[in-house]
């Protein structure tokens, strides 16, 4: 049964578009935290609230979200979702410097935020919405194994391109070892260059998301109203 979902069109390119968003998140938590921690010199608990603008952002537009992903075609939702993510993460890579403003790095977060709450709902409505209802549970099942496959993958590809960009920075250490704030002054800018180039890979890999994304077929029950306006309206 699980092989026979993917005849599907729809829902192949959701279970694409959410591995890639899931390899995408759990990617750039890695070098954001480091980075705000040893070479900023935040907390943990001061670092995690980078990332509130983000949360706030998809609590505010998940309402309104919810509404458009009935009525309006899913690749113009998730297309601008995907694009909007990829570019937040862009903006932030080219903020992630030693001495950028607390505020620099909150606004491409919030952008995050606008782009995580055009993708993930939207995206979990495509997938399953015209499979039969019969394949309905078991197409919820892999759409969730292929998002924690992505981010599986997320997390082991962002490790090894973190250890070779801190390699070509010269700085050969573990980061896990080291405090927050203990990094010698004269390694803030190749440790922020090094997190800065990591997180151009969790961007890149949104390029194929955004892809998936506009490649979506309008849903089946989006062309069987057409015709009914259609039919509707005055002559």
Do not use: C
Not at 32 to 50: C, D, F, H, I, S
Not at 69 to 81: K, L, N, Q, Y
Not at 111 to 119: E, M, Q, R, S, T
Not at 206 to 229: C, E, N, W
């Amino acid at each position: 049964m699980p092989l026979s979902l993917f005849r599907d069109r729809n829902f192949s390119l959701a279970n694409v578009a959410i591995s890639v968003m899931g390899f995408a998140i759990t990617a750039l938590a890695f070098p954001l935290m480091l980075y705000a921690q040893l070479v900023r010199g935040l907390t943990p608990t001061k670092a995690a609230l980078l990332l509130v603008p983000m949360a706030i952002m998809s609590i505010v537009l998940a309402p309104w979200v919810g509404k458009l992903t009935d009525s309006v075609h899913p690749r113009v939702i998730t297309g601008i979702g995907f694009a909007s993510a990829f570019t937040s993460l862009v903006w932030l890579s080219a903020e992630m410097t030693p001495d950028s403003a607390t505020w620099e790095i909150l606004l491409p977060m919030t952008l995050l935020g606008v782009g995580n709450a055009f993708i993930w709902a939207p995206t979990s409505a495509t997938a399953t919405r015209n499979l039969p209802m019969h394949q309905a549970g078991a197409g919820a099942g892999v759409y969730n194994a292929t998002r924690q496959v992505g981010a599986v993958l997320g997390s082991a590809a962002i490790a090894v391109l973190m250890d070779s960009r801190l390699s070509a920075q010269g700085l050969n250490f573990q980061p896990s070892e080291a405090g927050g704030g203990n990094l010698p002054a004269q390694v803030f800018q190749p440790f922020s260059d090094a997190m800065s180039q990591s997180m151009l890979l969790p961007a890149a890999a949104l390029v194929l998301g955004f892809l998936a994304a506009i490649s979506f077929a309008q849903p089946v029950h989006q062309r069987q109203a057409a015709p009914t306006s259609a039919a509707a309206e005055p002559s």
